[in-house]
């Protein structure tokens, strides 16, 4: 709980390096990624720099884990605990890294200006539905004219996805925004200027307050400002803030999967004449005669053709 974070009793182990083999396993919530090491919170709240063991592989900002005290006031992740999801980004020599795990909401952030670039919104759009996360829409800059940028969203809320009309500026429709972020552990994604920063900073207004914190008691300073970080959100649930980190690539994505990632082609795939088909100028392809039938959105087609061409050329970054 917030408010309520007490220092750990002093470390029965603290003249070992290695945790005493008695030490019990304690649970803990992964809250930031340091590069040296991860801050974890423990159950009653107190913030641990904790290292990982190799073969742990990569643990990320909002998974649960098993750790135990090392020396000092450090401790080690034993166990990384199952995931509900995961994001990823490509690492270095064709890795993949884990960037947040145990999300359950994503809200894409457009806005008026700069003009929504809607191949990106729909790249977020197929990556959440292929990690299974629901994700959302969240229009900022309501203060200034954006009809054009509302319309075309309205593709958007006709196939299911809430649309959330918000001044992160003028402080308006937060409060609702705030109802949808309770009970979730969320991000917000977006081109860059739309205003993810800002709605951040009007959500959680201790945002700063926090992060001196963890940097305090990490004892590794200024990374934690760059570095993905899960706040608690004051009206509850949490927000991971990823400064700077893509996380929505679909390098993971086959064309297959980024078909099923459009989930207004989902009731139609079965329907294809063969099992394999691409959806481009297949025979019997059930999904491009939904486009033609007025049915699927031709605009979302057409970028569903844009992406997989990106995903065919190995070179482009996607
Ligand atoms: P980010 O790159 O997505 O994090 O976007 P920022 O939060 O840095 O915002 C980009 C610019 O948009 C800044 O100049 C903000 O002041 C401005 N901005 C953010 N929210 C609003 C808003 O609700 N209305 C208006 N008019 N400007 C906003
Ligand atoms: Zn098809």
Redesign the pocket.
């Given at each position: 709980m917030r408010g309520s974070r007490r220092r750990n009793a002093p470390q029965e182990a603290s003249r070992k390096a290695t945790p005493r083999s008695d030490s019990p396993l304690r649970q803990g919530l992964v809250i930031s990624h340091l590069g040296k090491g991860l801050a974890v919170e423990s159950l009653e709240g107190e913030i641990i720099l904790c290292h990982t063991r190799r073969r742990l592989g990569d643990a990320a900002v909002g998974d649960r884990v098993l750790w135990s005290p090392c020396e000092g006031d450090q401790g080690r992740v034993e166990e990384v605990l199952p995931r509900i999801s995961v994001l990823t980004r490509p690492g270095y020599a064709g890795k993949i890294r884990c960037v947040a795990a145990n999300l359950d909401r994503v809200f894409v952030?457009v806005?008026p200006s700069p003009e929504p670039d809607l191949l990106l919104v729909d790249q977020y759009l197929a990556v959440c539905e292929h990690r299974r996360i629901p994700a959302e829409i969240v229009l900022?800059?309501?203060?200034?004219a954006g009809a054009q940028a509302a319309g075309a969203l309205t593709d958007y809320e006709r196939i299911g996805y809430p649309l959330h009309r918000?001044?992160?500026?003028?402080a308006i429709g937060l409060d609702e925004l705030k109802q949808s972020l309770q009970h979730h552990c969320s991000m917000l994604a977006?081109q860059?200027?739309?205003?993810?920063?800002?709605?951040t900073n009007a959500l959680l207004p201790d945002k700063n307050l926090r992060t001196g914190e963890i940097s305090e008691k990490s004892g590794l300073g200024r990374h934690t400002t760059t570095a993905a970080t899960l706040y608690h959100l004051p009206e509850g649930g949490d927000l991971i803030d990823s400064p700077g980190v893509a996380v929505f690539g679909l390098a993971e994505m086959s064309g297959q999967s980024l078909a099923w990632g459009y989930r207004e082609f989902q009731e139609y795939i079965p329907r294809c004449q063969f099992n394999d088909c691409r959806h481009i100028r297949d025979k019997g392809c059930a999904v491009r005669e939904a486009v033609e039938a007025g049915a699927i959105s031709a605009a979302r087609y057409e970028r569903f053709l844009k992406l997989l061409d990106k995903l065919a050329s190995p070179d482009d970054p996607v």
């Open positions: 952030v806005a900022n800059k309501t203060d200034l918000v001044s992160a500026k003028a977006g860059s200027g739309v205003g993810k920063s800002s709605l």
